[in-house]
């Protein structure tokens, strides 16, 4: 693992415990939570222009185009679907 990696889920990690009052006893979980959100952030592409090809327009039918981006984002398959007709009605 990275050291800039593990200092973000360590930082994450310590924010999560803050957040849930500092209670002892569950470090683990809070490591392991916090490393799914860097994980989740490090996937998101970093504009919304970066998460669509340029080269060409994408049909809000293609099934692959929506699935992908509801596996990179985390998001449902019909809220992909949603997005993708909302960016493609500008």
Do not use: C, F
Not at 29 to 46: K, N, S, T, V, Y
């Amino acid at each position: 693992m990275g050291d800039d990696r593990e200092d973000k889920i360590r930082e994450r990690a310590y924010q999560i415990w803050e957040r849930e009052g500092r209670i002892h006893g569950d470090p683990e979980r809070h490591w392991h939570q916090a490393e799914a959100e860097i994980d989740r952030e490090a996937a998101l592409p970093l504009t919304a222009g970066d998460a669509l090809p340029e080269t060409r327009e994408l049909a809000s039918s293609d099934v692959l185009t929506v699935e992908a981006l509801a596996v990179r984002t985390g998001i449902s398959g019909d809220q992909a679907q949603e997005l993708l007709d909302r960016l493609g009605n500008d």
